[in-house]
């Protein structure tokens, strides 16, 4: 078996292409050395096509790890060995500003040349120059939960999978404003891209979703990149008369019973939230809805008679966050206006990026970070720590319980955990 370091592989980085919409040859190699990694079936080449020309429209940069020793019959030299995808989107981190975030996704190493430590190198490599460039955080969504604590990157929130049953047992005793629509799913490729702005302007956590997400909200690129003809579509009217929410869904037949799973909902304010449950809760011929991207603290439970009435069926973690530059984004975040006070924070980070210490001081609804000082620490923690803290989702004294602050100043964790409060909920519908 060969047995190349991680140093005997060549590297190239080059941006994603599709010119004429149709992936140039780079791409296409990296797609199909992609799709291997997380076993998914073999892409035609529309499918290929068409995920060039969402992924160029993201502007990704796409890294490739190349072998040139290929024995006979092992896919060619030009197809990766591992594959790995960085871009700029924004975040929502409760400030005034959208937080430009560097997102990495894609990241995958061919079965045979696993463990020799190529995942470390594409990430350090990308990571350092993310931060020479300027970027202040990064971020991704995950396979495996045991992977990039390494990194630096802690959970920031998670979200739940709930069931909730339809008809009778399926009752909101709070009133709900403006009205539901049924409209064809395929139009929802120029509505939902408007809904969703509204909702990432208001939504802390939420990251700029990737192009590709339109097409498969509205049926129009399944699996495989084929039209999916079960998707079907509603929208929510606010009081004023404009679309401020929207469900795509598709209804399974059971032998015993019917599912309605949810597969994308997005709502702009609160009233669209509801409104939209409303609807999908109240379908005939529907026993139970599901929703696999629900909040963990989901209004809808509170909004209903029967508070058991959503039943959650599992949690899993959403998006994690590496922080870069711990004075930029903890600036940059939002905080309640009457949160006031000071916490110096010890950072311990492998790759270096965030470590140091930092005095947190937060007044009128912003922060101001100074480094360094002789000050003692009130609390000691790591980099992914600080990550998992950084939007408010986790209550700092969670994560003192579980061992993972120390706290050298008595009380010091409390205030850290008051600093941070969100000034919202938490929450985002971006998997990428
Ligand atoms: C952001 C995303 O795209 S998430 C998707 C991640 N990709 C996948 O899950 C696809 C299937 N898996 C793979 O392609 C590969 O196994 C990868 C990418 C997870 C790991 O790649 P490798 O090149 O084998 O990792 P590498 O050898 O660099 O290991 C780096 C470190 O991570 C650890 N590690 C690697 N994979 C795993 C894992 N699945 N679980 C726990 N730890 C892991 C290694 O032990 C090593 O630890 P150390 O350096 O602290 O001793």
Redesign the pocket.
């Known amino acids: 078996m060969a047995s190349e370091t991680?140093d005997e592989y060549e590297f190239r980085t080059f941006p994603a292409a599709a010119p004429d919409g149709r992936a140039d040859a780079a791409t296409r190699n990296w797609l199909v050395a992609e799709s291997r990694?997380?076993?998914e079936p073999r892409m035609t080449p529309e499918a290929i096509d068409l995920a060039a020309v969402d992924i160029a429209a993201d502007g990704r940069r796409l890294t490739g790890a190349y072998t040139t020793t290929t024995p006979e019959s092992a896919l060619g030299p030009d197809v990766p060995v591992?594959t790995?995808?960085a871009y700029e989107h924004t975040l929502n981190v409760g400030g005034a500003e959208l937080l430009p975030a560097h997102l990495?996704?894609?990241?995958?190493?061919?079965?045979t040349?696993?463990?020799?430590?190529?995942?470390?190198?594409?990430?350090t490599d990308d990571l350092t120059a993310a931060h020479a460039a300027g970027q202040a955080l990064a971020a991704?969504?995950?396979?495996?939960a045991?992977?990039?604590r390494?990194f630096g990157f802690g959970t920031a929130y998670g979200l739940d999978s709930v069931t909730v049953p339809a008809g009778q047992r399926f009752r909101l005793t709070v009133p709900t404003t403006g009205r539901c629509e049924l409209i064809d799913a395929h139009d929802l490729v120029s509505i939902a891209p408007r809904v969703f702005s509204a909702f990432h302007a208001r939504t802390p956590g939420s990251v700029d979703r990737q192009h590709a997400y339109w097409r498969r909200s509205a049926g129009l690129a399944g699996p495989n990149g084929a039209a999916d003809d079960t998707v079907r579509a509603a929208v929510h009217y606010g009081v004023g008369g404009a679309i401020d929410g929207f469900a795509a869904y598709r209804v399974h037949e059971g032998d015993r019973a019917t599912e309605l799973e949810v597969i994308d909902l997005v709502a702009a304010n609160d009233g669209a939230y509801l409104g939209l449950w409303e609807l999908l809760g109240s379908m005939d011929l529907v026993d139970t809805v599901r929703f696999d991207a629900a909040p963990a603290d989901d209004p809808l439970r509170w909004a209903l008679a029967d508070w058991r009435a959503v039943r959650t069926t599992g949690r899993s973690d959403r998006l994690w966050i590496r922080l870069l530059d711990v004075g930029t984004v903890f600036e940059a975040r939002g905080y309640l206006p009457d949160a006031e006070g000071e916490v110096v924070v010890e950072v311990a980070d492998d790759l270096g990026f965030a470590a140091g210490r930092y005095r947190i001081r937060v007044a009128g609804g912003r922060a101001s970070v100074t480094r360094g000082g002789s000050a003692e620490p009130d609390v000691e923690l790591e980099a992914w720590v600080l990550g998992s803290l950084y939007l408010g989702a986790v209550d700092a004294r969670t994560l003192a319980s579980a061992g993972r602050i120390v706290e050298r100043t008595a009380g010091a964790v409390g205030r850290l955990a008051a600093l941070l409060t969100p000034v919202r909920p938490v929450y985002g519908v971006t998997h990428f």
Do not use: K, Q
Request: hydrophobic content about 45%.
């Open positions: 991680a990694g997380f076993h591992a790995f995808a990495i996704a894609g990241v995958t190493v061919r079965p040349h696993r463990r020799r430590g190529l995942l470390r190198r594409l990430m991704l969504t995950v396979s495996e045991t992977i990039y390494r």
